[in-house]
């Protein structure tokens, strides 16, 4: 496919770039994180959106390369321009499954000097049906070399409320979805509360994705949600237009 052959130029062109969302923590009321999610901006058609080429170099196994840059990239401005704050990255199941994904991220990690308990791994569901055991294995390293681990899109796709007892993550990301029809959807708002209860129980925190007006920050804040990312807090934006306050009217 075309959109293949012009993704195996962007890395070489530099045609990559990290945008940072940040996340609002409820306690605080101060962003303390930030989502590092990609872009690319391809020499004819423009602005492409991760959802678009993101499946096409999974499958041709460029997302390997792909996810080292965001690696490197992340790191790159964790240690100048986001002294202070934490970064997640989203991590692909086919990244996470390469042989020296653990080795990568240690060495990248080790190279830029910041404490691996600033960075933050987001997988989904996804990554881990397949091989429980290894995905596992891969966990368990990650979280020696220090670095804290997001269960991302929690309650869509395969959920299975054994993987948060199964595996060692610090955090739950809730889907977006319940947030957006938590007013409307009685059964949304009863997932988000049992959510939020697990997440206390199992030691994680829970954040909530898709915040996109001031109602749902209160409602979830009233729930005891630890953390909110969303429209509301801020856009995904280039460093050079970071969102590092929170907007007056929340
Ligand atoms: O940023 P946006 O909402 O357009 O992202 C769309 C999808 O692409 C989301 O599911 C997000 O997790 C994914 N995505 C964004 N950046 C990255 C990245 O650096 N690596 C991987 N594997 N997925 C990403
Ligand atoms: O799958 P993942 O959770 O990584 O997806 C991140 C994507 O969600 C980003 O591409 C971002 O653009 C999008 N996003 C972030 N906040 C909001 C929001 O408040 N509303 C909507 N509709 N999308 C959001
Ligand atoms: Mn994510
Ligand atoms: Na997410």
Redesign the pocket.
């Known amino acids: 496919r075309a959109l293949e052959k012009d993704l195996s130029a962007a890395l070489s062109e530099d045609q990559f770039e990290?945008?940072f969302?940040p996340r609002m923590n409820l306690s605080t009321c101060r962003i303390e994180s930030y989502e590092?999610?990609?872009?690319w901006h391809h020499p004819e058609q423009g602005l492409i959106?991760?959802?678009e080429f993101?499946p096409v170099a999974?499958a041709s196994g460029q997302?390997v390369a792909?996810?080292k840059y965001?690696l490197a990239e992340a790191l790159r401005v964790a240690s100048t321009t986001i002294l202070s704050s934490n970064i997640s990255?989203?991590?692909?199941p086919v990244?996470f499954r390469d042989r020296d994904f653990v080795d990568d991220v240690q060495r990248a990690i080790a190279n830029s000097g910041i404490p691996a308990e600033r960075i933050e791994l987001?997988i989904t569901e996804t990554t881990l049906i397949e091989d429980d055991a290894r995905a596992l294995a891969i966990l368990t390293r990650l979280k020696e070399i220090g670095v804290k681990i997001a269960l991302?899109?929690f309650g869509v796709g395969y959920s299975s409320l054994s993987y948060l007892s199964r595996f060692p993550f610090d955090c739950i990301k809730i889907d977006r979805s319940f947030v957006h029809e938590a007013r409307r959807n009685y059964g949304s708002l009863a997932i988000i509360e049992t959510v939020v209860r697990l997440g206390k129980a199992l030691n994680m925190r829970v954040v909530a994705e898709g915040v996109e007006d001031t109602e749902k920050l209160l409602l979830l804040a009233q729930r005891g949600c630890h953390e909110v990312q969303g429209f509301l807090i801020g856009r995904?934006a280039p460093v050079n237009r970071l969102v590092r306050e929170i907007p007056v009217e929340v």
């Open positions: 990290l945008y969302q590092a999610l990609i872009r959106n991760p959802a993101i999974e997302i792909i996810g965001v990255l989203n991590v692909s990244q987001e991302d899109d995904p």
